[in-house]
């Protein structure tokens, strides 16, 4: 593919001199070419091959120009990322061998705020636990939406590569507009009405004026994200979480199909997640390896016994109603309605009811029947992911083969296992329970544990995130992991399961797609001859 | 710019080979030259000079490619239109000079429908009215969206030119997917996960895999979209639509302060619409030339004496509200608590109301207090278009200065002049009236009236189309009206107001993007290097 994407006359004194240039532009101290650093950038949470040869740290969008100027004139491909931690689908690490990483978390400014319009403009490097603190420390009425990733991962990271939270702005794509983009031949371009200098409505309006661009530079390696504003929700009145619980491992398809309607009809505002047995235990606690005498994986009829001390189903649903309190209340009398007799037991949450019950767990429990005590650690984390809260609560179960979680919840040192798969179906129960299906025969088959979590991502449409988490160190693993995962891929395309978002350990998948691949390539070919961005990417 | 677009090399043979080509290709009929039908495609609500050559009737995507196959061959560029009832911004005619309109109303096949999933694939040629019938035979419990435009208008040709509508999917764009697009290379390619012959979600999830094309074919000439999946609504358990009234002109900004919250939480699902008195009489009556002597234009002091006679204040508000009896009633009651103090009087609707007004207009508006009588005429229509019934009554209006009008409303007979600008705010009170100012100020000296429809387009960005209405058949009007649009254009602009949408009349203000334009055009130099493809079209 090199020879293809006009690299193969890359020298070494190509890149050498292409590292001095860059030194040249950005200072010294923010080239970086030592060994265990690059190291760091090669890792991620699965074997990967490529070698990084320096990682660069650009101040501005100047600056970012200047690193593509320079890629272009040595032809040294570039591969930027925000803050990097892609967990799951390949960290900071390229899609191709040779790429100069393009870190771009100095540039982590918050450049506009409106409290009245509801937006934020930000920069590459602006992290979700930043944006919440700023938006804490003025007392802004403005929630943001949260993923379950790291706090420090990057707003706009998330956003190009179409990832979704928890809230109504869950769909960061569709919450977002007005983007700045470094082109692959070093110009810029502005997408929407900020393309003009003096336009009111750029931050507010998404489509602006003439063909639409932002989309492009989505999923893509055809430009480099270095400015957009993201929207942001003004906090209800009133807000009440929820969290069910169906025992029966067939009764999937009609929970979806119960909540479908209220998805559609706008009484549901926010994704709805479903996640099964294993994704529970997995958040909660590490491999019961002393109950499995080390065996593994651990098999649907063992996982089962533990539910009860999990307090968890087969299924674990969880989502939020948001409104004045009346509308939260005929939310949750609809909500109840749908699920009566599809579930086994259904609990409201609010922030009354949490600080109560953080101090009352047990009475409240006799109370209400279902022991909150236990719940608890797992659910003020989700609570607050419905709110807009980071946290780092959901990625301890990527340790979930380890015996042991490191405090330092760093994915990418090395021993942590991990690979995410998220097919998207229709929001229909039959697709639902297929995928799900798919998923527990391959994973099972592999050797590792189906951990799942369905959202109702959209009116109309469900992802399923699929981890399949395990350990580094064991050897064997990496070799094992990779073919199940890649095996589970292909079974999900074969039946018509695609996903919404890949990692450079699957990109091979988006080919196949006749005159959009063609289209692509033409796209590519023209904005960027000398194939300097990210080959590869989205776009192989 | 012929030359720079590669057309300089156009010979009357080249259009009669051709020509000849587009017959064999198509079939005689669907070629046509006749002078009439030519002179028809010329002529739209504002003088044009653009000369269209022939009219080309594909029947199916094959055909299509067969056009633009041969308009390469031939170096004649091609003009695609759906149902070409753009009217405002051209209809049929085409940017440059010497296109061939190609018309996709053959292509008129709702090919794929789902009640559960809600949505609907459709061609080119697929009308509202069709598509309103279509739902009406299967008795299906799922609701379209329909513009103010005519009821024979193109759904695709909307969508693509990113208008709305009323309901809450009054965002066609943002509620359509799986476009398939023939480029002007002759290629095509389908968008999202649609390009995966098997995928289940090409219909429910928009934006697939990889880059997210669809924007990048709206307002766009880089392709034709010959087919389009479009989402429908679930019709409410509940529907009331309502009505208020602001008898002072300088009201309208604290009103569109007190809805924007309303837009933002949800309790406003569907764009509201708020009409000045102008936009109303046009739709109730024609210029009272007995009044004002025959002078022209209708002054405001003048104006204001019709409200009474019309049941209008000087701005008119249209909304619905959608859900069950419950959270109807809840939003009823947080509108209402919205605009207390600011509004005159505020009347709620639904469909039983609806009936005994149609038998009892009179008893009841002594009742309420208002006279629903005059106003059933006006606000049936209007109601209808808020459950997404297609309505011709809006049309009338772009008589208004006529003495009357025809009952067959095709705009394009050429007596209807009319000129219609769209600019977007932020959904702040200051920049709506902002931009009324400027219009009242620019159309009134320009000798017409302003007529303004202020729409909460999204949750946080208005439309403000102004319609410039005018009788073609009096000598210099056609003038003066266009001297007036490009002079509201260039003010708005100048004041940083862009609009949502241009027509041929005003395509200029595409430029001045810097980036953005130098993309674009390298965009259409790589997809379309003869430039057949509708040249000058969002892209100069």
New interface residues.
């Given amino acids: 593919m090199q020879a293809v994407l006009g690299i193969a006359g890359q020298s070494p004194s190509g890149l050498e001199g292409a590292i001095q240039a860059w030194r040249d532009a950005l200072g010294s101290e923010f080239v970086v070419t030592g060994r265990a650093e690059l190291e760091a950038a090669q890792t991620t949470t699965f074997r990967t091959e490529q070698r990084v040869p320096a990682i660069l740290r650009p101040a501005n969008r100047q600056q970012v120009q200047d690193c593509v100027a320079i890629a272009n004139r040595f032809r040294v491909p570039i591969y930027p990322v925000s803050t990097g931690l892609n967990w799951g689908y390949g960290s900071r690490v390229p899609d191709t061998d040779g790429c100069a990483v393009v870190e771009l978390i100095r540039m982590n400014r918050i450049v506009d705020f409106s409290e009245?319009?509801?937006?934020v403009t930000v920069e590459p490097g602006v992290t979700q636990a930043q944006l919440f603190r700023f938006l804490q420390e003025r007392k802004s009425r403005l929630w943001m939406d949260a993923t379950g990733g790291s706090p420090e991962s990057s707003l706009i990271g998330n956003t190009v590569e179409?990832g979704f939270g928890h809230t109504?702005y869950g769909d960061h794509?569709a919450n977002s507009c007005a983007y700045e983009v470094v082109?692959p031949n070093g110009?810029?371009?502005?997408?929407g009405?900020a393309?003009?200098g003096?336009?009111?409505?750029a931050?507010?309006?998404?489509?602006?004026?003439?063909?639409?661009?932002?989309?492009?530079?989505?999923?893509?390696n055809?430009g480099i994200v270095t400015r957009m504003t993201i929207?942001l929700?003004?906090a209800?009145e009133h807000f009440q979480a929820f969290y069910f619980r169906v025992d029966d491992d067939e009764a999937l398809a009609g929970v979806v199909n119960a909540l479908r309607?209220l998805r559609?009809?706008?009484?549901l505002?926010s994704a709805m997640h479903i996640a099964n047995d294993y994704k529970i235990m997995a958040s909660m606690r590490s491999y019961p390896y002393d109950v499995t005498g080390g065996a593994t994986p651990l098999m649907p009829e063992v996982m089962k016994t533990f539910r009860k001390e999990l307090s968890c189903g087969a299924w674990n649903g969880s989502g939020a109603l948001?409104?004045?309190r009346?509308?939260v209340a005929?939310a949750r009398?609809?909500v109840k309605r749908a699920l009566r007799g599809k579930i086994n037991k259904i609990q409201f949450l609010d922030d009354f009811m949490l600080r109560v019950a953080g101090r009352f767990a047990k009475p409240l429990g006799a109370l209400t029947g279902w022991d909150l005590s236990g719940a608890l650690e797992l659910v003020r984390p989700v609570y607050g992911l419905t709110k807009g809260i980071p946290t780092t609560h959901s990625l301890k179960s990527c340790y979930w083969r380890h015996r042991s979680v490191p405090a330092n919840l760093n994915l990418d040192a090395g021993d942590c296992g991990l690979f995410w798969c998220a097919p998207?179906?229709?929001?229909?129960g039959g697709?639902t329970k297929a995928v799900a299906r798919i998923a527990y025969d391959v994973v099972l088959a592999g050797g590792f544990e189906p951990m799942l979590s369905i959202t109702l991502?959209?009116?109309?449409?469900a992802s399923c995130v699929i981890s399949l988490a395990y350990d580094r160190r064991i050897p064997g693993e990496d070799d094992k992991a990779e073919a199940c995962y890649k095996r589970l891929l292909r079974m999900l395309?074969?039946?018509?399961?695609?996903?919404?978002?890949?990692g450079v350990q699957g990109m091979e998948?988006?080919n196949?797609?006749?005159?959009?691949?063609?289209?692509?390539r033409?796209?590519k070919?023209?904005?960027d001859p000398n194939c300097i961005l990210s080959p590869g990417r989205?776009?192989p």
């Fill in positions: 009245e319009l509801a937006y179409r109504p794509f082109l110009d810029f371009l502005e997408t009405f393309r003009f003096n336009a009111q409505a931050e507010s309006y998404r489509w602006g004026m003439g063909p639409v661009l932002d989309g492009l530079f989505t999923q893509s055809l929207w929700m003004p209800p309607p559609m009809d706008g009484t505002r948001y409104g004045t009346r509308q005929e009398r609809l998207v179906t229709p929001a229909e697709h991502l959209t009116e109309r449409s395309a074969e039946h018509g399961y695609y996903s919404y978002r890949l998948q988006m196949g797609g006749g005159g959009y691949n063609r289209f692509l033409e796209l070919a023209t904005v989205y776009n």
